[in-house]
């Protein structure tokens, strides 16, 4: 896998998150209050600094095999999520996400709020909406710029392109205020279920001790056929689904 | 107390498990009969494409067949009942 490849991956997974993360802080931020909203963003990332100061020391001194096993497992299991819920989507068994309609439901819910003030925190929902958006998406970048910079011996740059995402995707969102809903996000996540799940599949195996026929070149097999293969599912769901978005599958 | 470490152990579950623990379990085994047949020698690079291959579409028809279930459900619900003969 080069640089380019391992760059593309990273950023644009973690640019899906930080969409997420950014629709629910512009809701706390325009219904309620900026300020506690932003102390609620500082506080979730030095948590999120805490966790991957951890965790990131932990990894560089487990034994690759054991390493490549256990996060290829991980992988693979949270790619196959994506992958899951993005050709539900796509084959109209699952509603599309939208991140307009998700500001719009957190809108309301923030405005119908009472408003709380606990300490320097002016307004106390504001600030654990925004908290607990920025801490959950963000645990997701870390954890794939962490696998994905670890197990190709580049944490820095797998960092850089998580960082990188997260700030286009927040630059871009807090210049219009408003969530970036124009952004293909359903096709991004498909992607990205795509990518993590051969991912998944070549370094779970390889952690188990397999060799795959032609090394790393045999990524660029696995990418493809993963796609072609999520592609032909949905054709197939397609089929069979009687009003596509309503058919009600899953929430 | 518990609530709180209810809660907790909800949240890793959800972020790694996700909807379907039928999946993980796959994996898991998948990962297990992997290392068990490079320990024996043979090759088993093929081992998890496979279990995607079958875990995926039986994952995925799993939904389909609930919500064709439903939707005919729903149907019978609303459909007149008919008249004698």
Redo the contacts between chains.
């Keep these: 896998m080069n640089s380019g490849a391992l760059f593309t991956a990273v950023f644009l997974a973690c640019a899906v998150e930080a969409v997420e993360a950014l629709t629910i802080v512009l809701a706390a931020g325009t219904a309620r209050d900026w300020r506690s909203a932003g102390m609620g963003v500082v506080s979730a990332l030095l948590v999120l600094t805490a966790v991957v100061a951890v965790f990131g020391s932990a990894l560089s001194v487990i034994p690759l095999g054991g390493l490549r096993?256990v996060v290829?497992?991980?992988l693979?299991?949270?790619g196959?999520?994506w992958?899951?819920?993005a050709?539900?989507r796509a084959s109209g068994?699952?509603a599309l996400h939208d991140e307009d309609a998700i500001f719009r439901t957190e809108l309301a819910a923030a405005q119908a709020a009472p408003t709380r003030r606990r300490g320097a925190v002016r307004d106390w929902y504001a600030f654990t909406l925004s908290f607990k958006g920025v801490l959950l998406e963000g645990?997701?970048v870390a954890f794939i710029a962490l696998t994905f910079g670890s197990n190709q011996h580049d944490l820095p740059l797998a960092a850089i392109a998580a960082l990188s995402a997260v700030v286009v995707v927040a630059g871009a969102g807090f210049a219009v205020r408003y969530p970036l809903a124009r952004l293909p996000e359903n096709t991004m996540k498909f992607v990205v279920g795509v990518m993590l799940?051969a991912f998944g599949?070549f370094w779970?195996?390889e952690?188990?001790?397999?060799?795959?026929?032609g090394s790393d070149a045999?990524l660029l097999v696995?990418v493809p056929?993963?796609a072609l293969?999520?592609l032909a599912?949905v054709g197939l769901?397609r089929r069979?689904?009687?009003t596509p978005s309503t058919?009600?599958?899953?929430s | 107390m518990i609530t709180r470490i209810r809660a907790f152990l909800a949240f890793w579950y959800d972020?790694?498990?996700?909807?379907?623990w039928r999946?993980?379990v796959a994996?898991?085994v998948?990962?297990?009969l992997?290392?068990g047949?490079?320990?024996a020698g043979v090759?088993?690079?093929w081992?998890?494409?496979v279990a995607?291959?079958v875990?995926?579409?039986v994952?995925?028809w799993r939904?389909?067949r609930?919500?064709?279930k439903?939707?005919s459900e729903s149907v019978a619900a609303v459909e007149p009942p008919r008249e004698p003969r």
């Design positions: 096993l290829g497992g991980l693979l299991i949270f196959l999520q992958l899951r819920k050709v539900l068994y699952k645990l997701e799940t599949v779970g195996s952690g188990a001790g397999a060799h795959w026929p045999a696995l056929a993963v293969f999520a599912l769901l069979g689904v009687a058919a009600g599958g899953e | 972020f790694v498990v996700g909807d379907d999946v993980a994996v898991v998948a990962l297990a992997t290392f047949a490079t320990r090759p088993a690079w081992i998890l494409p995607v291959a875990m995926l579409p994952s995925l939904v389909a609930k919500s064709a439903r939707a």
